[in-house]
Each structure stands twice: as C-alpha cells, then as structure tokens.
C-alpha cells in the first residue's frame, strides 16, 4: 500500500509549471490508460502525452468540464448541505511511485470530490452508472492525498442540469492493483520498453459490489414512479396550503389559547416537549429524482 509514502504537495501558480510536474508522473485522470480503460487516452497516447509528444487539442467535453467545474460546488450544497467544499489548488504527489493527482475539491476535511461532466447521449450509455476509467481517477487521488473518502460527481449536460453523486469508499484490494500497475509501468518505461497494458477484468470484478441494479425492463416502476411523483407534488402542494392557513388561525387568535365558531372548537395552548437526543446512526436514504437528460 501506499500509506507509508512520503507525499509531496505543491501550490498550483500557474498552468505551464503544473502541466510539467504531470509530465513526471502517471496521474489520476490519466491512470485509467493503464487499464484501457480511459475513455479518450490509450496506454501509447499516455507515454506520448508525458514525453510532450501529445497533438490532441482541446474537445468539447473538455471545454464543458472547465465551464461547469464552478457549478458544483453550488450544486452539491443544494444536494448536500452538510458538506463543506472548497477548491484544491494543490498538485499532490507519490514520489517514489512517481504517480501524482489534481484534486477538484475538499470535502469536509478529509473527503474529495471529483467533478465530471456528461452529455446525455453518453449518459444513457453508462445506464446511469460511472464507468470503471472515473472510479479508478477517483480512488487514485484517495491514495495520493490520503483522504478517507470520496465522491464523484456528475453533472448531465441536458436542459435541467442534473447532479449525480456517486460514492467511491477506500479500497485496499483495488488500490494495490493500482500501484502494482504503476509499478509495471515505470519498471518497463526505465527498462526502456514499451509498457503493456493490465487486464482491467479483476478490478472491475473489485469494483462492483452488486449495489447498482438495471430496472429497465421493470413492468411495475415506470408506472409506478411517475404516480409516486404526482403524489409527492400534492403532498408538497397541500403542505403549504396547511402551513398558509395555519398561519391565517393563528394571527387571528392571536395571545387566545382558544377559540370557538360555529362547527369548530380552535385551542392553541402552550404544550411542553421533553427534551430527548436521537442517537447517531448511519441510514439509507431513498431519493428518487427524474431523469430528463
């Protein structure tokens, strides 16, 4: 494991510098080449990219990525308001391992978060699951910051700008196979060969825990959810039409403790609540949106 590592942590003040400290490392976002498992960069196109060598230019999702990455911390505080996120501005690294990582963002004080954009063409393609290549930059930066934790987040470039979050736990068994791959990589490109490419099929194999399920040929659900959505909008509907009446009874009795009208009874008495402590627990939480990417 890479616990024992020495890690080296760097200010980023400009892109040039930074853009050359990668050079010197495999790194998170490209560490899924390793395992042809990069969506846009092959284990050749890596080695070239770090001799400098690299012709790609910009794309589109890369330029969407960099508009967005703002967005998420505004997004995520919507979804989660107990979180805390800041921006990393710091290049992280494993020297001896030669493996580095640029953080998106801090979590809290020992979280991270990793920000991606989609569009939702491709979306549709992931069934709505993250593809192996964003875990694996994921739980790389977990193992070159150290943090406890991680999430990636999505967010779908369609009308309605949906946020997804996904949780990426540490990981031993996943990480080892990480640094044994990097380890294979710069003992091949110092031995002056060309390095191979490490069968992806165990990790993924790591990876899934079972937890993601495709309904799409459930019979019940789509009927079924968009009842459970119509319910949920009168329940809300009717929740504030109770709260702006309740609100109308009470300015008219006023400092009254009770009232009386043909047909009803009105009583608004002070009531004392016993003080009482919800012990902490760790629950799951249903929360069903629509998809509209």
């Given at each position: 494991m890479a616990d024992n590592q020495t890690v080296e942590i760097r200010e980023i003040t400009n892109t040039a510098e930074w853009?050359?400290?990668?050079?010197?490392?495999?790194?998170?976002?490209?560490?899924?080449?390793?395992?042809?498992?990069?969506?846009?960069?092959?284990?050749?196109e890596l080695v070239a990219d770090m001799r400098g060598q690299s012709v790609k230019g910009d794309t589109t999702a890369m330029r969407a990525g960099r508009l967005l990455e703002s967005a998420?911390?505004?997004?995520?505080r919507e979804e989660r308001p107990e979180?805390?996120?800041?921006?990393?501005?710091?290049?992280?690294?494993?020297?001896?391992?030669?493996?580095g990582s640029t953080p998106d963002f801090w979590i809290n004080d020992d979280g991270l978060l990793q920000a991606k954009t989609v569009n939702a063409t491709e979306w549709e393609r992931w069934?709505?699951?993250?593809?192996?290549?964003?875990?694996?930059?994921?739980?790389?930066?977990?193992?070159?910051?150290?943090?406890?934790?991680?999430?990636?987040?999505?967010?779908?470039?369609?009308?309605t700008l949906p946020l997804h979050l996904f949780d990426v736990p540490r990981h031993p068994?996943?990480?080892?196979?990480?640094?044994?791959?990097?380890?294979?990589?710069?003992?091949?490109?110092?031995?002056?060969?060309?390095?191979?490419?490490?069968?992806?099929n165990d990790l993924e194999a790591l990876l899934d825990d079972g937890t993601h399920k495709d309904l799409s040929a459930d019979n019940f659900l789509p009927e079924a959810l968009d009842r459970r959505e119509r319910l949920v909008k009168s329940r809300v509907d009717a929740d504030k039409e109770l709260k702006e009446i309740d609100y109308q009874i009470k300015n008219r009795l006023g400092?009254?403790?009770?009232?009386?009208?043909?047909?009803?009874?009105?009583?608004?008495?002070?009531?004392?609540?016993?003080?009482?402590?919800?012990?902490?627990?760790d629950i799951r939480v249903l929360r069903i949106k629509r998809s509209e990417d």
């Open positions: 853009l050359a400290w990668r050079r010197a490392d495999v790194t998170a976002s490209r560490i899924a080449a390793l395992f042809d498992a990069h969506p846009f960069m092959t284990i050749d998420f911390p505004e997004a995520i979180w805390t996120i800041s921006k990393a501005r710091t290049y992280h690294r494993l020297p001896d391992l030669r493996l069934q709505h699951r993250p593809p192996l290549g964003y875990l694996l930059q994921t739980l790389t930066e977990l193992i070159v910051t150290k943090k406890n934790w991680g999430v990636l987040g999505v967010i779908v470039r369609s009308s068994a996943a990480e080892q196979k990480i640094l044994d791959a990097v380890r294979q990589f710069w003992g091949r490109i110092d031995a002056g060969e060309f390095p191979e490419v490490t069968p992806k400092t009254a403790s009770t009232a009386w009208l043909r047909g009803w009874h009105i009583s608004w008495r002070a009531q004392h609540r016993k003080e009482y402590i919800v012990p902490a627990a």
